[in-house]
Every structure is written in C-alpha cells, then in structure tokens.
C-alpha cells in the first residue's frame, strides 16, 4: 500500500520532470525570436569590441563598411577592455552568437581557434591580395586561418615634451634601460600639488615579460624564464623609488594609461602604437593639451638596431555566427584597402602596408613631426608579443598570474620565474 | 495500481481517496514554484556533484576521472591562497559584523522621538547597490588622497596602510566594507530579539543593583542566545560565499590577496570553462560551510543542554 | 543540511505597558537622553559618511573630488553633471532593464511564493515536510556551488544572453516560500477550517482569506526581492552580454572602467544608481525590517 503510493508519487514526479522540460523548450523559443534576420533582407552584424567610447578606429571601420554596404547595419557589443579576454572566452563557451570577434590579442586567438570557436576562413586569404598584410603569419593554425588582421602595432616610448623641457633635458636618440631607468627617476616633481611619475609601466605582463623576450630572443613558451630577471629588476627598482605608479595602485583604482599620460601624471610612457589615434582624437576634442612625442623602446646594452615587440589585431567570424557570409564581408573589407585608409585617418597604424597609407598615416594632424618620432616609427625589428601554439593561453594564463604576484611584492623575483617555469612545465608542457 | 485490487472497505477508500484529494491539491499549490526550483536549483546542485567527478572543459566531451580533480586541487597553490583567504575573511567579518550589528542594535533599541530615522540610517548600507559601495569604499580607500587616510593623518598616523593599494591591507579594507554593509541586516535580527526579553528582568536587576554592563552580560545576551546563534550561522554561510563584494571591489587582487573560494570556482568554471574542476572546488566550499553550520549545531545542542 | 535554526519570533509579545518606574529625578534623565543622542548621531554619521560623500562628489569637478584636505561641500555645485550624464552613458535604458528585470522577477517570486506557500502551510499531504525540507536546505548551499551547472543548462538551452536566463534562475527562489510560509504558520488554522466548512475550495480560502490577510508579508517579500534583483552584480555580469539589455549595475561598473578618472561622474551615476532603492526603500520600510525579522534570511 505504502510502496504503491510511493510508486505513483515518482511517476507523478516524473511526469513533472517531462512538463518541466517542456516548459523550458518552449521559453527558448520564445527566447530566441531575436536572432531571426528581418524579412527585408537588411543584415545587423554583431561584433565584439571593447571601450567602443574610446576606440576610435572601431567606429571609423563600422562607418566606412557602412557605407560600402548599405544593406548591413553593425551592432557593436561593447565590452569593457578589462574584462574583453575573459568575458569573450564565456560568450565564445556559452555558445554566443555575436558574428565578428575582434582578436584583441594573438594568445586569444589561437585559445579560441583551438577550440573550434572560430569559423576557418582561409578562403579569404588569397595571395594576390594579402600578401602585403603584414602580422598575418601568426594566425595561420596549420595552415588555415580563423581571423585576419586588420591592424598592425609596435611598442615605442611616449613622453611629454613639457616635462622634458622643464628638466632641461633632451629626449636620446636611443636609450638603454639604465638610462631610462635614471631618466624616470629624475623626472618624478610635484606639479601644481600632484605628482608626476617618471614613467608609467601599465599593468599588463608584455610590459616586462614580452619586451624582455624580444631583446634577450628568450622564448615565452619555454619553461625558462631567467630572461625576464633584467627587465623585473628595473621594473621593480623604479617602482620602489616612486618613480611610476605602482602596480597595487594602479590595479585597485582601476588605473588608465591613457588618463595617466593624458593628464600629465607622467612623463614617458611604454606603450603600443594604437594608442597615438587615442591621443589624437583626446587633443582634437580638446580633452587634452598634453604636448607628446615619440622615441624607440630603450634597448638593452650593446643591442645593436632597435629591437621592440607588437602584436597585430583581427577580426575573426563566430563559429556560431548567425550572419556568417556578412562577417566574413566585414573581416575582409577591414583587412584591406577600404578599412586601412579608414583607421589610418584616426591614427591607427593599419596592417595593409602601402605607401599611399603610410603617406597619409604621416600627414595627419596633430602627429608629432620631429626626427626622433619618424625614428622611433621604423624599428629594427619587432617580435610577436607571444609565440602561438597550442599552449598560448595556458602558459599566458600562468606567466599573467605570476606576474602580477612579482610586481605586488608577494614574491621575490627570483621565486616567481622559479613558480613560472616550474608550473609551466608541470601543468601545461608536462 | 495496488490500492484498486486489493479492494478495501467502503471507509477505507474515502479515506484514501481523500488523501489523494490533498496530494493533488497540495502538489498543485506548491508545482508552479517548485517546476522552476526544482529545474533551477535542485537539478543544478545534483549535477555539480557529478561535474566533480568529470573532466570536462566547455569545448570538449566530459570524461569520467574520478578523484582526479580532487588530486589536482592539492597540487593547485591558488586553491590554497583562496582557502586562507576565505578563512581571513570570515575570521574577520563574523565577529566585527556581530559586534557591530548587536552594538548598533543595543543603541537603537530605546524609545527615543526619532530613532526610527536612525534604524533607517543604519539600515541603509544594506538596500545601496554592490557596484555604488565598491566604487565609493575604492575611492575612500585610495591610499594618498582618500578621505581615510586623511582622517587617519589628522589623528596622527604619519604612514597609514595603503588599503586596497596593497597586499597586506586589502583584505582588512574589504572587511570593513563588507561590515558596514551588513550590520544594518543583521541590527534588524537583534532588534526583533531584543523585543523579546521582559522587560521586567531588567527592572528586577537594576533593583538589585546591578549596572548596565552586568545587566548586559547577565540578562542581554544570554535571553538574545537563539538569536544570536541565527545570526552567527547565517553570518557564516555568508561568509563563506563572499563574491559579488571582492569582483568589484578588488577582483581578487592586488595579486591574489583577496581571492577567495567562491570566486576560483567562478574563475575556472565561468571564466576558463573548466567546469569539472571549477565544481570540485565548489563541492570543497560546500563541504567546508556545511561542517561548519553543524559543528556551530552541535555546540548550540550542547550549550542548551547545561 | 538537515535543519535550519529557529528564526527569531515574527511577532514580539507587547512590552510591559507604561513607563519605566521613576526611581531617577529628572535632572539626570535629561542629561542621559541628550547623551543618548549624541551617541546615536555619532554613529549615523559614521554609516552615512560614504553617502554624503557620494553625494558631494557627485556635484563637483572631477579634479576636485580626491582633495587633499577634504572638501565636504562642494565649491560650485554642479548640477549640470546630473544632466550630463544621460548623454554619456545609456542610463534610461540602463534604468529600465533594472526595472524591468525586478518587476518580472519580484512578480513571480511572489505569485509563485506565496502559492507554494500555502500548500506547505495549510495543505496537509504526505511528504510536505520533507519536501520543505529540501527547499530549506538549498538555502544554506552557496549558490556558487551550482553557478556552473546552471550556467551549463542555460547555454544549452541557449538562453545565455536572454532575460529568460536572469528571470527563470531567481523567480523561483526558496526565500520567497519560507517568508511566505512563516507568516502563514500564525495565522490560525481554524480559520482556515471555518472556511472550509462554509465550502469554499482551498482555491478559493488561499484568494479570499489568506492573501488579503497577508498583504504585509506580501509587500515585505515583494520589496526584498525588488532590491536584491536591482542590487544583483554577478547575475547579469554572467549571462548578459548585448549592451541594450545591460542593467545599471553592468552600465556603472563599465563606466567605471571606461572614464575611471571622471570621479564625479562615476559618483553621478552611483547616486543615480541608488535613487531608486532608496524611495522604494523610504516608501516601505517598515515591511522591509518586518520581513526580515520574519525570516531572517538573505534571498
């Protein structure tokens, strides 16, 4: 009697399981009536971008695709730039349908394209027209490509011509790290009741790690990091000595480069050449009147040429794109001429090389014009920010952590490379 | 079924089918919130169980592993930062939060003409946005010219902590957050506990000639016990999963001085898409708050007992 | 978790009427009094500071707001940032969604609560209490714990990035049963049975007698869970991702990281941000501390 009851109280339940699942079938479809396109054949193209507000090269690409093609309106997703790598990686695992991904970096690139995320588009690359894209060798994934770059950059060294001036020094032509180093530290004054630091080493881990690679040839993927040791110790040194921002500060308050520079609370300033279409657009609204040049990275002693690190970025197409063709129009159009004379007219320096975009890229307003910063704008050599192979992302996941454990001070230089390699070696290479 | 060949009496069946009638009719009650409770958290909360035992990163196929998760979480040195500072936090929020909430509590529970303004006042840090309180406790706490430090010079402290700037002291600057933000909830607790004590206990005392802080120790807190004992277990389960406060505050950092459990699981389950890992990780925070809660039972049983 | 603890009585028995007897003279009493609000002050002021600073920030210049001395009030109060800020920032949309989650969220946790509860309360059947039970249980689980499984089932289901997501993980909370029920345990039962034998259907006893009777355990209920949803980070942080679904919380927390030297506006939109909870808040509070006296717990 008592089984018998229990015996329909769980087909009674089972039965509710089965309402249950009916239930949230038929939600999803109420859920996902937006994605249908809209029946006159006009397309909305979503792509992830990160601080749309001030990126301005992203709204000069979505114009000018746009206008080349009337029938697809974009739809930014924005996101913010902290949390872009992190928040895509969820969208992308989540299943999100968003069509064009912008590949912030290299290391997400291949994280993404070794999960099967993005859409194989080696269709696009064909020779007559991509040979000159320059950075697209480091998205070929054995031999097929899941995203084309649109935009190529390099590290130099920002500085405020004002505080220079004050000291009553010249930019080198070419300084090493010690020389920086020195140079930070004696430029560190009081303006107006603020203090203005030396230099400003943003929070990222290519600030030490990836420029110290490409100077020393060390090998990020390796599992031997005693290369980075140079770099951390002037790094380090110039934060104890209050001559940059350290690094505590500048993650708890959530610290901007570009607020650090463009409010003069610092003197020079490491940083990827994207940043120069930021400084423009800032002066051009009257944001800013930071008064800026540009020199070559300090190099190592005895290096001979100028040896800095860059990264190209890319738009890649979603796997689960609901416009996969328009995507792939949009990645096209912004790897080539049309998209390159549409970044380089806000500063950005495109992947496309050819001269008439170089030219153009130089005659606009605002850019600084002196010798050192045509100088500082053809470098040696650049070096890809990080090697691609199918650990990227776990051993960048692994050097980021480490790194920010050395510059807090919670571990000694020599024992955070010693943790770097050895878990490098025990969790990915193993 | 059973019941229709076993032909019972006439009396019987009335009962029975009676008893059907409430089944139906309770089940009918309870099914539209349990259909959604039931699909969004009891299913979810047995499936983490089984994650712990799966490998499985979001793009892959799961693969049954066993303990290994398990194995790999003594070997990870970011499970045991967290676990410390975990531990940190809740040494810290449970009693300053209780402190706190009974002071405020005691003070408050008087007849006084506006002292309902107070409880509000008090109350109020509770109902404010998560967001709203991490970004003005950021900026209270910036280390050269936050309005804390000030303060802190004007009283004299010539080298004051760099809060949230620096390793030792962002989880403390967290803490005082988080209490702030709490006691005025669990104020509201004591004050519905402090209704409950006769008035006359006191009045009986004071007779005798006891003073304020006897009564307080003789009287207060031994006829506030259930209470307070709601308060610490609730105090703890909260503790333990402390996360919306630290991602906006901190993010775990500066390096990873404030991660905390909760938040390794939402690291590598979200944000990495190692969902068998993440949900072993998960399965040790809820092993740790459940051994807690039944210790803080137990000893509760035993002090009752006396 | 097998049992959770007493919750404090929902209802305090009256306090001995009258006056305490007047063994002091006056003198002592006024001075006591004015002592007793010096304290209370002090200590307002303390949990208040943040807010005024909040709002003094919000009316300044941005280079104005991290001084060093502090200023409390603003030199010029700039108004003019309250209407600025529209123009940089969505906040109407922003507004809305948060508005619009809550409404939708708060809606059915309460229709769904209070329904449940009755059947827990007043409906007798086999396996209730266990049932219960397992309701209550869930409340003592960190929601971390199965932040992942849900999060599986969603993206399956494709509803991540959908308010579907937001709506069906926080409707059917287990709070909104136990508030509901405690309250519904002291109302008696007999008037439940008078009901009955006058023929009314549980149905009918739930919607003619039990609701009305409970419209402030309602209201508490409806309160709590308007704030928690509005106040939710995490939630939205997880599942939404287009811009035009953001609620305020994404769209301050992305303002932050966007302009994080534009103090005073970021302190414009946490004010804004705020606004809302605080005349909902001003507007039923005695529900608000009576709920949670009732249950005692957080949602």
Same mark, same amino acid.
């Given at each position: 009697m008592i089984a018998s009851t229990r015996a329909g109280r769980v087909r009674r339940f089972a039965r509710f399981a089965g309402a249950a699942v009916a239930l949230t079938l038929?939600?999803?479809?109420?859920?996902?009536?937006?994605?249908?396109?809209?029946?006159?054949?006009?397309?909305?193209?979503?792509v992830a971008v990160w601080n749309l507000a001030k990126t301005p090269e992203f709204t000069a690409l979505f114009d000018a695709f746009q206008r080349a093609n009337p029938g697809i309106t974009i739809?930014?997703?924005?996101?913010?730039a902290d949390d872009y790598p992190d928040k895509v990686t969820t969208m992308l695992a989540g299943g999100d349908r968003t069509d064009v991904i912008t590949m912030k970096n290299v290391t997400d690139y291949s994280r993404y394209s070794n999960r099967g995320q993005l859409l194989d588009i080696t269709d696009l690359v064909t020779p007559t027209d991509t040979s000159k894209l320059a950075g697209l060798p480091a998205f070929n994934v054995s031999d097929k490509y899941y995203a084309l770059p649109y935009r190529q950059d390099f590290w130099l060294l920002y500085y405020n011509k004002k505080y220079f001036e004050k000291a009553g020094v010249a930019m080198p032509e070419q300084l090493t790290w010690d020389e920086y180093?020195?140079?930070?530290?004696?430029?560190?004054?009081?303006?107006?009741?603020?203090? %203005?630091?030396?230099?400003?080493?943003?929070?990222?881990?290519? %600030?030490?790690?990836?420029i110290a690679a490409a100077q020393t040839g060390g090998d990020q993927l390796g599992g031997d990091y005693s290369f980075?040791?140079?770099?951390?110790?002037?790094?380090?040194?110039?934060q104890k000595d209050g001559a940059t921002l350290d690094f505590g500060t500048a993650t708890s308050q959530k610290s901007d480069y570009r607020t650090m520079f463009e409010s003069g609370a610092t003197a020079m300033l490491p940083m990827g050449t994207w940043y120069i279409s930021g400084i423009l657009e800032q002066k051009q609204k009257g944001a800013t009147d930071v008064d800026w040049a540009l020199a070559p990275m300090p190099q190592r002693p005895g290096a001979t040429g100028v040896t800095t690190f860059g990264s190209p970025t890319a738009f890649a197409v979603n796997k689960r794109a609901v416009h996969a063709d328009a995507a792939k129009k949009f990645v096209r159009f912004a790897a080539g001429q049309g998209g390159a004379e549409a970044i380089s007219k806000v500063g950005v320096v495109p992947a496309l090389q050819s001269p008439e975009i170089t030219k153009a890229y130089f005659s606009l307003k605002g850019m600084p014009a002196d010798e050192l910063s045509q100088k500082a704008f053809q470098p040696d050599k650049v070096v890809l920010e990080m090697p691609v192979s199918e650990h990227t992302s776990d051993v960048d996941t692994i050097l980021n952590e480490e790194h920010e454990l050395i510059m807090v001070g919670d571990k000694s230089i020599d024992e955070g490379i010693r943790s770097m390699g050895d878990r490098v070696k025990s969790e990915v290479l193993n | 079924m059973a019941h229709v060949i076993t032909q019972p009496a006439p009396e019987d069946s009335r009962r029975r089918r009676r008893a059907w009638r409430g089944i139906l009719i309770g089940w009918s009650f309870i099914l539209p919130n349990f259909l959604g409770f039931a699909l969004f958290t009891l299913v979810p909360m047995l499936a983490a169980f089984a994650l712990a035992f799966l490998k499985w990163d979001s793009y892959n196929t799961p693969e049954w592993v066993g303990l290994e998760n398990f194995r790999r979480l003594l070997r990870d040195e970011n499970f045991f930062v967290a676990l410390r500072n975990t531990l940190y936090y809740a040494a810290g929020h449970i009693p300053l939060t209780l402190a706190a909430a009974l002071g405020l509590a005691i003070a408050l529970d008087r007849k006084l003409r506006g002292v309902q303004f107070f409880r509000t006042a008090a109350f109020f840090p509770y109902i404010t946005s998560l967001v709203a309180v991490a970004v003005v406790w950021n900026m209270l706490f910036n280390p050269t010219a936050g309005p804390v430090n000030q303060v802190l010079h004007?009283?004299?402290?010539?080298?004051?902590?760099?809060?949230?700037?620096?390793?030792?002291?962002?989880?403390?600057?967290?803490?005082?957050t988080s209490v702030w933000r709490d006691m005025g909830y669990y104020m509201v607790l004591f004050l519905a506990g402090l209704q409950t004590i006769p008035k006359e206990y006191h009045e009986a005392a004071r007779v005798d000639g006891a003073n304020s802080w006897q009564r307080f120790w003789r009287i207060t807190l031994p006829c506030l016990r259930p209470t307070t004992f709601f308060v610490v277990v609730m105090l703890t389960i909260q503790s333990f999963k402390v996360l919306d406060l630290i991602v906006v505050m901190t993010d775990g950092g500066p390096g990873r001085s404030t991660l905390v459990l909760a938040q390794l699981v939402y690291r590598e389950g979200i944000t990495k898409g190692r969902f068998g890992y993440s949900s072993a990780i998960a399965l040790v925070l809820f092993v740790i708050v459940l051994t807690v809660t039944v210790v803080q039972f137990r000893l509760n049983e035993r002090r009752s007992d006396r | 978790m097998t049992a959770l603890p007493d919750a404090p009585p929902a209802v305090a028995p009256p306090r001995s009427p009258g006056r305490s007897p007047g063994t002091r003279s006056r003198g002592p009493r006024l001075v006591r009094t004015a002592l007793a609000y010096v304290c209370l002050l002090a200590v307002a002021l303390l949990v208040l500071v943040p807010f005024a600073w909040m709002v003094s920030s919000s009316l300044k210049r941005d280079n104005e707001v991290l001084t060093v001395p502090i200023e409390w009030i603003p030199r010029e109060f700039r108004w003019s940032n309250f209407a600025e800020i529209w123009d940089r920032i969505p906040m109407l949309t922003y507004l809305g969604n948060s508005a619009f989650l809550s409404v939708a969220i708060t809606v059915l946790q309460v229709l769904t609560g209070s329904f449940a509860a009755y059947g827990f309360s007043k409906v007798r059947f086999p396996g209730r209490d266990a049932l219960f039970l397992a309701y209550i249980a869930t409340i003592a689980v960190p929601w971390q714990a199965y932040m992942v499984p849900q999060y599986i089932m969603m993206q399956r289901a494709e509803l991540t990035d959908t308010y579907w997501s937001i709506i069906l993980l926080q409707a059917f909370g287990a709070f909104g049963v136990f508030l509901m029920r405690q309250y519904y345990m002291s109302i008696p039962d007999d008037l439940c049975e008078a009901a009955r034998i006058d023929g009314l259907s549980e149905y009918g006893i739930y919607v003619r007698i039990m609701l009305p009777l409970s419209k402030p355990a309602l209201a508490s209920l409806a309160l709590l869970t308007f704030v928690n949803t509005w106040n939710d980070y995490m939630g939205p942080f997880i599942y939404l991702t287009s811009n035009d679904l953001w609620t305020v919380q994404l769209g301050l927390r992305s303002f932050v990281g966007q302009y994080d030297a534009e103090y005073a506006m970021i302190m414009t939109g946490a004010v804004l941000s705020v606004l809302p909870i605080l005349v909902v808040f001003l507007f039923g509070q005695r529900y608000f501390i009576r709920g949670i006296a009732t249950s005692g717990l957080k949602g």
């Amino acid at each position: 009697m008592i089984a018998s009851t229990r015996a329909g109280r769980v087909r009674r339940f089972a039965r509710f399981a089965g309402a249950a699942v009916a239930l949230t079938l038929a939600l999803t479809a109420c859920g996902r009536g937006s994605d249908e396109p809209a029946s006159d054949g006009a397309v909305t193209l979503t792509v992830a971008v990160w601080n749309l507000a001030k990126t301005p090269e992203f709204t000069a690409l979505f114009d000018a695709f746009q206008r080349a093609n009337p029938g697809i309106t974009i739809k930014p997703v924005d996101i913010l730039a902290d949390d872009y790598p992190d928040k895509v990686t969820t969208m992308l695992a989540g299943g999100d349908r968003t069509d064009v991904i912008t590949m912030k970096n290299v290391t997400d690139y291949s994280r993404y394209s070794n999960r099967g995320q993005l859409l194989d588009i080696t269709d696009l690359v064909t020779p007559t027209d991509t040979s000159k894209l320059a950075g697209l060798p480091a998205f070929n994934v054995s031999d097929k490509y899941y995203a084309l770059p649109y935009r190529q950059d390099f590290w130099l060294l920002y500085y405020n011509k004002k505080y220079f001036e004050k000291a009553g020094v010249a930019m080198p032509e070419q300084l090493t790290w010690d020389e920086y180093a020195k140079l930070a530290r004696s430029l560190v004054h009081d303006e107006g009741g603020k203090k %203005v630091y030396g230099t400003y080493h943003h929070t990222w881990r290519s %600030v030490v790690q990836a420029i110290a690679a490409a100077q020393t040839g060390g090998d990020q993927l390796g599992g031997d990091y005693s290369f980075f040791k140079d770099q951390y110790e002037m790094a380090l040194g110039l934060q104890k000595d209050g001559a940059t921002l350290d690094f505590g500060t500048a993650t708890s308050q959530k610290s901007d480069y570009r607020t650090m520079f463009e409010s003069g609370a610092t003197a020079m300033l490491p940083m990827g050449t994207w940043y120069i279409s930021g400084i423009l657009e800032q002066k051009q609204k009257g944001a800013t009147d930071v008064d800026w040049a540009l020199a070559p990275m300090p190099q190592r002693p005895g290096a001979t040429g100028v040896t800095t690190f860059g990264s190209p970025t890319a738009f890649a197409v979603n796997k689960r794109a609901v416009h996969a063709d328009a995507a792939k129009k949009f990645v096209r159009f912004a790897a080539g001429q049309g998209g390159a004379e549409a970044i380089s007219k806000v500063g950005v320096v495109p992947a496309l090389q050819s001269p008439e975009i170089t030219k153009a890229y130089f005659s606009l307003k605002g850019m600084p014009a002196d010798e050192l910063s045509q100088k500082a704008f053809q470098p040696d050599k650049v070096v890809l920010e990080m090697p691609v192979s199918e650990h990227t992302s776990d051993v960048d996941t692994i050097l980021n952590e480490e790194h920010e454990l050395i510059m807090v001070g919670d571990k000694s230089i020599d024992e955070g490379i010693r943790s770097m390699g050895d878990r490098v070696k025990s969790e990915v290479l193993n | 079924m059973a019941h229709v060949i076993t032909q019972p009496a006439p009396e019987d069946s009335r009962r029975r089918r009676r008893a059907w009638r409430g089944i139906l009719i309770g089940w009918s009650f309870i099914l539209p919130n349990f259909l959604g409770f039931a699909l969004f958290t009891l299913v979810p909360m047995l499936a983490a169980f089984a994650l712990a035992f799966l490998k499985w990163d979001s793009y892959n196929t799961p693969e049954w592993v066993g303990l290994e998760n398990f194995r790999r979480l003594l070997r990870d040195e970011n499970f045991f930062v967290a676990l410390r500072n975990t531990l940190y936090y809740a040494a810290g929020h449970i009693p300053l939060t209780l402190a706190a909430a009974l002071g405020l509590a005691i003070a408050l529970d008087r007849k006084l003409r506006g002292v309902q303004f107070f409880r509000t006042a008090a109350f109020f840090p509770y109902i404010t946005s998560l967001v709203a309180v991490a970004v003005v406790w950021n900026m209270l706490f910036n280390p050269t010219a936050g309005p804390v430090n000030q303060v802190l010079h004007a009283f004299g402290v010539d080298d004051p902590p760099r809060w949230v700037a620096s390793t030792d002291w962002a989880m403390p600057a967290v803490i005082v957050t988080s209490v702030w933000r709490d006691m005025g909830y669990y104020m509201v607790l004591f004050l519905a506990g402090l209704q409950t004590i006769p008035k006359e206990y006191h009045e009986a005392a004071r007779v005798d000639g006891a003073n304020s802080w006897q009564r307080f120790w003789r009287i207060t807190l031994p006829c506030l016990r259930p209470t307070t004992f709601f308060v610490v277990v609730m105090l703890t389960i909260q503790s333990f999963k402390v996360l919306d406060l630290i991602v906006v505050m901190t993010d775990g950092g500066p390096g990873r001085s404030t991660l905390v459990l909760a938040q390794l699981v939402y690291r590598e389950g979200i944000t990495k898409g190692r969902f068998g890992y993440s949900s072993a990780i998960a399965l040790v925070l809820f092993v740790i708050v459940l051994t807690v809660t039944v210790v803080q039972f137990r000893l509760n049983e035993r002090r009752s007992d006396r | 978790m097998t049992a959770l603890p007493d919750a404090p009585p929902a209802v305090a028995p009256p306090r001995s009427p009258g006056r305490s007897p007047g063994t002091r003279s006056r003198g002592p009493r006024l001075v006591r009094t004015a002592l007793a609000y010096v304290c209370l002050l002090a200590v307002a002021l303390l949990v208040l500071v943040p807010f005024a600073w909040m709002v003094s920030s919000s009316l300044k210049r941005d280079n104005e707001v991290l001084t060093v001395p502090i200023e409390w009030i603003p030199r010029e109060f700039r108004w003019s940032n309250f209407a600025e800020i529209w123009d940089r920032i969505p906040m109407l949309t922003y507004l809305g969604n948060s508005a619009f989650l809550s409404v939708a969220i708060t809606v059915l946790q309460v229709l769904t609560g209070s329904f449940a509860a009755y059947g827990f309360s007043k409906v007798r059947f086999p396996g209730r209490d266990a049932l219960f039970l397992a309701y209550i249980a869930t409340i003592a689980v960190p929601w971390q714990a199965y932040m992942v499984p849900q999060y599986i089932m969603m993206q399956r289901a494709e509803l991540t990035d959908t308010y579907w997501s937001i709506i069906l993980l926080q409707a059917f909370g287990a709070f909104g049963v136990f508030l509901m029920r405690q309250y519904y345990m002291s109302i008696p039962d007999d008037l439940c049975e008078a009901a009955r034998i006058d023929g009314l259907s549980e149905y009918g006893i739930y919607v003619r007698i039990m609701l009305p009777l409970s419209k402030p355990a309602l209201a508490s209920l409806a309160l709590l869970t308007f704030v928690n949803t509005w106040n939710d980070y995490m939630g939205p942080f997880i599942y939404l991702t287009s811009n035009d679904l953001w609620t305020v919380q994404l769209g301050l927390r992305s303002f932050v990281g966007q302009y994080d030297a534009e103090y005073a506006m970021i302190m414009t939109g946490a004010v804004l941000s705020v606004l809302p909870i605080l005349v909902v808040f001003l507007f039923g509070q005695r529900y608000f501390i009576r709920g949670i006296a009732t249950s005692g717990l957080k949602g």
